[in-house]
């Protein structure tokens, strides 16, 4: 039996249920394993998917979560992705109606930027599996300070790297080869730019489309070596649930 109470649903097993719609840009770079964590909690979940032709944003009324998947592109390369623009005034409206919205990786940055932050090239181009570390600011959201406190090894692939957007923002984590790999914004808002998503089947999907990056530099890894990583998979699918059931 499920109740309405305000805009969630409360189920049998007294946990909400939600309203869960995802913004994907690439074919390969889906949910991953949240789709999963999504389908065992009972959420119902939507899309809008860029690489369609007939792609639709859903009215924000009837959505009560957000989640920005990643991508090859750059938040400013709205001359070649003419859907960047419409995509940016969708996440702002969301943010400005209270949703909750998660962003990962080119997700999160689109989040930085909406409010407010600029997003830059990172110090170092991070491909591969490398540690996050809580910061000093990571202490003020104790429950995700703890995740992180002994600084696990999760996958990366990015280029460039959101500044921290200010006003109730928290700088929550970083790494060796970067700062800001985590932002927390007014409680309902989470920026990573690391994938805990990611699963086998996916993580083969980025190498097999991102072969042209795998260049040699000091926090890029080989092929060998990020299908090697795949023994941390478990480990980021464990720290994305405890998120998703902090942030939901």
């Known amino acids: 039996m499920l109740l309405v109470i305000d805009s969630y649903y409360w189920n049998e097993e007294n946990s909400y249920t939600m309203n869960v719609h995802y913004l994907q840009h690439v074919p390969f770079e889906g949910l991953g394993y949240i789709e999963s964590w ?5 959420h119902t979940i939507s899309s809008t998917c860029f690489y369609e032709e007939d792609y639709q944003f859903p009215d924000i009324s009837a959505i009560d979560a957000v989640i920005i998947m990643g991508g090859p592109m750059g938040v400013y390369d709205e001359d070649k992705y003419s859907w960047l623009f419409r995509e940016k005034v969708f996440i702002e409206d969301s943010i400005k109606a209270n949703k909750k919205v998660l962003g990962i990786c080119l997700g999160a940055q ?10 830059v090239a990172a110090t170092n181009k991070e491909i591969g599996w490398f540690p996050v570390t809580p910061t000093e ?3 003020k959201l104790p429950w995700l300070y703890d995740l992180f406190i002994n600084s696990p090894m999760v996958f ?6 959101f500044e921290i957007p200010r006003g109730g923002s928290l700088d929550l984590l970083g790494s060796f080869a970067n700062d800001h790999q985590a932002f927390y914004y007014n409680e309902h808002v989470i920026g990573l730019q690391f994938h805990l998503e990611v699963t086998q089947n996916n993580l083969m999907q980025m190498i097999e489309n991102g072969q042209e990056e795998l260049q040699q530099s000091p ?7 990020l299908i090697k990583g ?3 998979i478990k480990t980021c699918n464990a720290l994305m649930s405890e998120i998703l059931n902090k942030w939901l």
């Not at 689109?110 to 997003?119: E, H, P, R």
């Open 137 to 139: 600011e990571g202490k």
């Open 110 to 119: 689109l989040l930085a930027i909406s409010l407010g932050a600029k997003v």
């Open 230 to 232: 795949v023994e941390n």
């Open 38 to 42: 999504l389908k065992d909690n009972g």
């Open 219 to 225: 926090f890029v890894q080989s092929e060998k070596e």
């Open 156 to 161: 990366h692939w990015h280029g460039d790297k």
